[in-house]
């Protein structure tokens, strides 16, 4: 079925070091993808997001990377600081969801920054 | 921008009672907003989309007559919890659209909800 999922649930980087958070889609249709960032007892924050139209979107310190041959995203942290530390979360629009605008989640990595 | 409020942040209440969780948009008007529950360890589960001035949309196995919404407004909807259990012990979350044509949701700071 439809999934967003994450290849490792765990991450754990040096301060200072950057950071890289993969994610996999299996919907081909989805055109919409959002990362965001839950750091504990909080609500999720928007980090970044891309179009399918799009390989490549640079925020500030992160960039989002969109390949869609392969269904893979993924976020890249640089220069990680220890506030940086959270769960993050991709999510896709999905099939359909265009009328109701619906995201589907990832199970989330958790990032740990070690100091 | 794109602010979001939730009240109460936490909420503790007897088993059998109900509780009523508000959620704001504070800065913009949202013409959706969802309601997400979140257990400790996992990702967010979509409960219902709300739509200002209409019935929600209940995702597959959610009890609408357990979990009331109300979207009586552009910047408000509540999520009431009716005859709480301590199985509804949870982390209740909104989210809000600008709307449909902008699908980024932005997200509250949660309810942390224990029902003893």
């Known amino acids: 079925g439809e999934s967003v999922g994450l290849h490792l649930p765990t991450l754990s980087v040096q301060e200072g070091d950057n950071s890289i958070i993969n994610c996999a889609y299996s919907n081909s249709a989805s055109d919409y993808f959002i990362w965001y960032k839950q750091e504990s007892g909080k609500g999720p924050q928007f980090i970044i997001d891309?179009?399918?139209?799009?390989d490549k979107r640079q925020g500030q310190r992160v960039t989002v990377l969109l390949n869609k041959t392969v269904k893979h995203l993924s976020l890249q942290i640089a220069a990680t600081q220890p506030g940086d530390s959270a769960v993050y979360f991709c999510?896709?629009?999905?099939?359909?969801?265009?009328?109701?605008?619906?995201?589907?989640f990832g199970q989330g990595t958790t990032l740990q920054v070690k100091p | 921008g794109a602010v979001v409020s939730q009240h109460p942040s936490w909420v503790i209440c007897k088993s059998g009672t109900s509780v009523k969780i508000e959620c704001r948009s504070l800065?913009?008007?949202?013409?959706?907003m969802f309601w997400y529950r979140q257990f400790p360890k996992q990702s967010l589960m979509l409960m219902a989309t709300s739509n200002e001035g209409s019935k929600a949309t209940y995702e597959q196995g959610v009890e609408k007559d357990k979990f009331l919404i109300n979207h009586a407004s552009l910047t408000l909807s509540t999520l009431t919890v009716t005859s709480a259990h301590p199985e509804d012990s949870s982390f209740y979350i909104c989210s809000a659209q600008w709307d449909r044509g902008q699908e980024t949701q932005y997200f509250g700071p949660g309810t942390r909800l224990l029902v003893l």
């Open positions: 891309i179009r399918s139209n799009m």
């Open positions: 999510a896709e629009n999905g099939v359909g969801s265009g009328n109701t605008g619906k995201l589907i």
């Open positions: 800065d913009f008007q949202a013409t959706t």
